[in-house]
C-alpha cells in the first residue's frame, strides 16, 4: 500500500490471552504477534503500545518540522512567568 511505504505503517496492538497481536490499520496486511509469559503481561504491553500521541504535540514536536509550534510553546510558556 503506497501510503504505509510513505507515511509508514500505522499499527494497532490488542491481546488476546497471554498473545499480543498487532496489524497495519491501514489494511495493507503488516502485523504480527508475541506471547508473553501471562495474559496480564501481553494486555499491559499492548495497551502501553497502542496509543496515539497526539496530544503532545506541541510539547514533544520534531525539532525540525514543527520549530514553530515548539517556538510558539516555549514563548507562551516564558510569558506564564515560567
Given at each position: 500500500?503506497?501510503?504505509?511505504?510513505?507515511?509508514?505503517?500505522?499499527?494497532?496492538?490488542?491481546?488476546?490471552?497471554?498473545?499480543?497481536?498487532?496489524?497495519?490499520?491501514?489494511?495493507c496486511g503488516a502485523g504480527g504477534?508475541?506471547?508473553?509469559?501471562?495474559?496480564?503481561?501481553?494486555?499491559?504491553?499492548?495497551?502501553a503500545f497502542d496509543r496515539e500521541?497526539?496530544?503532545?504535540?506541541?510539547?514533544?514536536a520534531p525539532l525540525v518540522g514543527?520549530?514553530?509550534?515548539?517556538?510558539?510553546?516555549?514563548?507562551?510558556?516564558?510569558?506564564?512567568?515560567?
Amino acid at each position: 500500500m503506497l501510503r504505509c511505504r510513505v507515511l509508514g505503517h500505522r499499527f494497532r496492538f490488542s491481546s488476546e490471552g497471554d498473545t499480543m497481536r498487532w496489524t497495519c490499520q491501514r489494511g495493507c496486511g503488516a502485523g504480527g504477534a508475541k506471547t508473553y509469559p501471562s495474559a496480564a503481561a501481553a494486555r499491559r504491553y499492548a495497551t502501553a503500545f497502542d496509543r496515539e500521541d497526539r496530544a503532545d504535540l506541541g510539547r514533544r514536536a520534531p525539532l525540525v518540522g514543527l520549530l514553530p509550534v515548539r517556538l510558539a510553546r516555549a514563548v507562551r510558556h516564558r510569558g506564564q512567568g515560567g
